[in-house]
């Protein structure tokens, strides 16, 4: 099973400096390793596995080790709507999961130029998908290159 991650929200650094996740009308506050995880999704799609090593890399590298693990902050963000993800057999069918299934609403009024980002890492999916089957039809309509 392979499950795909995206961060939910808009960020904002509120006046007393501390960093605020707005998801449709909710203002999230944010502690130091969610938002680094957090950010670590924004305007990106990545598997359990790389978000894990990114996390602990940049957690390294900004000498905030926490006492809490990845799973613990993950499964925080995901519980307050702030990060979503798709689950499923193939790469392709977790990431239709994650953008048909679970994306909220709030993403596509607030984040239009994301969603053209996600429509172009899921065209570029099923492009791969036909060039290594030669015999499945697709049609993409008219492109624009």
């Known amino acids: 099973m392979i499950t795909l991650y995206t961060s939910i929200g808009t ?3 509120e006046r007393d400096g ?3 996740v707005v998801a449709g ?3 999230c506050g944010l502690c130091p390793h969610e938002l680094l995880l ?3 999704l924004a305007f990106r799609i990545l598997t ?3 978000l894990r090593a990114e996390f602990y890399e940049k957690e390294r590298e900004l000498h905030i080790l926490g006492e809490l693990d990845f799973d613990h902050y993950l499964n925080r963000l995901i519980m307050r709507g702030l990060v979503a993800s798709g689950r499923d057999c193939t790469g392709i069918d977790a990431l239709y999961d994650l953008l048909c299934d679970q994306l909220p ?3 596509i009024f607030d984040h239009t130029e994301v969603l053209e980002t996600y429509g172009q890492a899921a065209l570029e999916i099923f492009r791969d998908a036909a060039k290594q089957n030669p015999g ?3 049609d993409f309509g008219s492109e624009t290159s």
Do not use: A, H
């Open 11 to 13: 960020y904002r650094l």
């Open 25 to 27: 009308s909710r203002n």
């Open 38 to 40: 957090w950010s670590s």
């Open 18 to 20: 501390l960093p605020v």
């Open 48 to 50: 359990y596995e790389e």
């Open 136 to 138: 499945l039809e697709l």
């Open 105 to 107: 609403v709030c993403l």
